[in-house]
């Protein structure tokens, strides 16, 4: 069975109009993000995330049951904490 999917797109019209209703679901301690300048554009490019490899792997239980505990996107963290390993090793090769 195929999951659903959690993203959700919305037209800057619509965004505005879920803010107007007082619906925005952003935290109010969120950062504002600074505006980009007029010519962010011209420079900018598509840069796709690589893809994904299905893997099967044996973890010790209490660090499976740490990033558990932490709350939904356990293996999403668990990616992010092998990909910043991975990248301090090729800063340090």
């Given at each position: 069975?195929?999951?659903?999917?959690?993203?959700?797109?919305?037209?800057?019209?619509?965004?505005?109009?879920?803010?107007?209703?007082?619906?925005?679901?952003?935290?109010?301690s969120?950062?504002?993000?600074?505006?980009l300048p007029?010519?962010?554009?011209?420079?900018?490019?598509?840069?796709?995330?690589?893809?994904?490899?299905?893997?099967?792997?044996?973890?010790?239980?209490?660090?499976?049951?740490?990033?558990?505990?932490?709350?939904?996107?356990?293996?999403?963290?668990?990616?992010?904490?092998?990909?910043?390993?991975?990248?301090?090793?090729?800063?340090?090769?």
């Amino acid at each position: 069975m195929k999951k659903k999917s959690t993203i959700v797109r919305h037209s800057l019209s619509e965004i505005d109009a879920i803010r107007a209703r007082g619906e925005d679901p952003t935290r109010p301690s969120a950062p504002v993000a600074e505006p980009l300048p007029k010519d962010f554009w011209k420079s900018a490019r598509i840069v796709l995330p690589p893809g994904k490899t299905s893997v099967h792997l044996r973890l010790d239980t209490d660090v499976v049951e740490w990033f558990r505990s932490r709350g939904k996107g356990h293996l999403t963290r668990m990616n992010a904490v092998l990909r910043a390993y991975v990248e301090a090793q090729k800063r340090s090769a």
